[in-house]
């Protein structure tokens, strides 16, 4: 009967008030308990004093405790501030008893009334060890008692990390009302720490956590718990247990607690992204403040995942006015709402397509921006290689429109977010974007507008990016699919990618490529082999990776960089500039034109256009690869005419 009233009322909370109550019960007892440990626990005292001065000492308590509030804390969660607390409550109690009785000794307020000192410093050590016991008493009884309920089925965690944020984990895992979790040990690499216990926890050295130990110990999780952890040693110490049976989770940045507070949920499965991860960009002796104040900012594609980023960024500057523009307009009130619920409220979203040049001439004309933001483009490598005509229209022609009316209105800067799929393009995605980027090249000739482009590669979370695609297909069981065994990808986050365009468009003077430093390339079979596993299954016996062959356009590796460029330093060590090749501009320029205008008319040649205007876009995997053949052939036999007609010169 007590286990199940003790049950249902576990939830609950003790009243302040009841916790105040005991407190002064329990004051009073010890002030009793003093006058018996003077006089060698016998009654040889003047008991009618002692009933005097009780309800004094009680009133006085009373009152240090309202004053320090030692009674409001949640006594199931007593810690060493509570304790801070009652040692205060304790010590103010004294200090008002004495001076009390000092002056009533001087003065004589009431007649014959004091305390002996002795037994105020009795009453008040004993007082501490009775209120702080009582907390500590009720605690244990909570925990070994009614947790113990809760606890049956309970599950055995490790904690990587024994520093303070181990610490408090530990105490959100333990104070948790409904947790069934035992921490059953500490793993740290700081030998003065190895072999010592925490909370009664004792702490291992990382070398002991094989899969002997884990099995013996029973271990169904272990929670990363190391604040500022580097994002590769995270990957390295993560991909030595996602082999064993256990679940692996992680602790959040500190700076994520809820009110600076450590709650249960928010220790989180560790996903792929916390490994591939990466430290967010420092930039040192940053001018975006000052570039964007009071300025019209134009951002196109506002509401994809790079621009809607952008968006978010500049929002946090002061600038005069924010212009978004994107043709989806699901896409573009979800990002209005987001904005309105921050407190953001001056910006103007526009539903509209960059490819519609009077629409965009009106934009320009109404607004007056002074720096555009282009991030609006198609982008699926597979969906634009036999869909060309899209490709162009946007790619390349979207950007010539926003390009001719910056430069025709005289914007200050047009920055260009281009991709590492543009370096040596094997795909008509790849490809549009590259003449997009000697376009702008172009336009920078004419002095008038700086033209700026940035080049990275691909983005954590971004709509279609292969990790969103893994945990759908993990959802439904499987199999994953993965175009080739030893394809690899960059990564980089979407807040880094968008910091680097609002940095370019600060530190550009217009003409440059931005690179940045996009660490080292992923193995994608790698990555869905640890995303099943940390996922809690196993490969390929839960779930399997299936190989379907590369796609219509995709390379195996990724460059940052084409044939013929090199690249110089910035004044941040992971932005650089491309060194581009020298351009015919004016050739150039001319053969854009005319794919542009081909393009309207559905020519079944602007492919072949295209490669002329980029001669080291090559084909991949895809049908359009016998346009190469046909122009190696052609080339071949020119090579042939002339080598003949030489020979009859000769």
């Not at 519609?356 to 607004?367: C, G, L, P, S, T």
């Not at 390339?521 to 790698?526: E, L, P």
Request: aromatic letters at 10%; glycine letters at 6%; charged letters at 20%.
């Amino acid at each position: 009967m007590i286990q199940n009233y003790l049950n249902a009322t576990a939830s609950r909370y003790a009243s302040k008030w009841l916790v105040l109550i005991v407190d002064v019960i329990l004051v009073s007892f010890s002030f009793v308990l003093a006058y018996f440990i003077l006089f060698n626990l016998t009654m040889n005292f003047d008991i009618h004093k002692l009933f005097v001065q009780l309800p004094f000492v009680a009133l006085i308590s009373l009152v240090s405790f309202l004053i320090i509030g030692s009674y409001k804390g949640v006594v199931r969660h007593t810690g060493v501030r509570d304790v801070y607390n009652i040692f205060n409550a304790i010590c103010l109690s004294s200090i008002i008893t004495i001076v009390i009785v000092v002056a009533n000794r001087a003065y004589n307020f009431f007649d014959g009334f004091t305390v002996p000192l002795t037994i105020i410093i009795i009453h008040s050590l004993l007082s501490f060890i009775a209120l702080t016991a009582s907390r500590y008493v009720f605690k244990a009884l909570y925990f070994n008692i009614v947790m113990n309920n809760y606890n049956s089925a309970s599950k055995n965690v490790l904690i990587y990390g024994a520093g303070e944020s181990g610490i408090l984990t530990h105490s959100a895992l333990t104070n948790a009302s409904k947790s069934k979790v035992k921490v059953v040990g500490y793993i740290d690499k700081d030998q003065q720490k190895v072999g010592k216990h925490i909370n009664g926890v004792k702490v291992y050295h990382n070398d002991a956590l094989t899969e002997s130990f884990i099995l013996k110990k029973d271990i169904s999780e272990v929670i990363f718990s190391i604040q500022n952890i580097d994002h590769k040693k995270l990957r390295v110490l993560v991909e030595s247990l996602v082999d064993y049976p256990v679940l692996v989770k992680i602790v959040p940045a500190v700076e994520d607690w809820i009110n600076g507070e450590l709650k249960l949920s928010q220790i989180k499965q560790v996903q792929i992204e916390d490994l591939l991860d990466r430290a967010t960009i420092d930039i040192k002796n940053s001018n975006i403040a000052e570039e964007l104040k009071n300025k019209t900012v134009l951002v196109t594609g506002g509401a994809g995942s790079i621009g809607s980023e952008i968006v978010r960024q500049v929002c946090t500057y002061g600038y005069k006015s924010l212009i978004v523009i994107d043709q989806a307009e699901s896409a573009l009130y979800d990002l209005q709402q987001e904005l309105k619920q921050n407190g953001f409220h001056n910006f103007i979203p526009i539903v509209a397509d960059v490819r519609d040049k009077n629409r965009m001439n009106i934009v320009f004309q109404e607004y007056a921006p002074n720096i555009v933001f282009h991030a609006a483009a198609y982008k699926h490598v597979p969906l634009m290689e036999y869909n060309s005509y899209e490709a162009i229209k946007i790619n390349v022609a979207g950007t010539k429109v926003l390009c001719d009316l910056s430069a025709h209105y005289n914007v200050d800067k047009f920055v260009f977010v281009s991709t590492d799929k543009a370096v040596n393009p094997t795909n008509v995605m790849g490809a549009t974007k590259r003449i997009a980027e000697m376009y702008i090249s172009c336009m920078q000739q004419l002095k008038k507008t700086k033209f700026i482009t940035t080049r990275f590669g691909n983005v954590l979370g971004s709509n279609g990016s292969v990790i969103p695609l893994f945990k759908k297909q993990i959802e439904k069981g499987g199999p994953l699919t993965v175009t080739h065994e030893d394809v690899t990808r960059f990564f980089m986050t979407i807040p880094e990618a968008s910091q680097l365009v609002l940095e370019a468009g600060a530190m550009g003077e217009g003409g440059e490529i931005f690179i940045f430093d996009m660490g080292e390339s992923v193995k994608i079979f790698d990555l869905a082999k640890n995303m099943i596993k940390l996922s809690g299954l196993k490969y390929p016996e839960d779930i399997d990776i299936k190989v379907t062959g590369l796609r219509p356009g995709e390379k195996l590796y990724e460059e940052l960089l084409a044939n013929g460029e090199n690249i110089l330093p910035t004044y941040h060590k992971k932005i650089m500039i491309s060194k581009v090749r020298e351009l015919d501009y004016t050739t150039i320029r001319s053969n854009i034109n005319q794919l542009c205008v081909s393009n309207m008319f559905f020519d079944a040649d602007v492919v072949r256009l295209m490669k002329e205007i980029v001669p080291e876009y090559i084909s991949k995997n895809s049908d359009l690869c016998k346009i190469d053949d046909q122009i190696e052939e052609k080339t071949k036999k020119n090579d042939a005419s002339s080598l003949e007609k030489n020979i009859l010169q000769s």
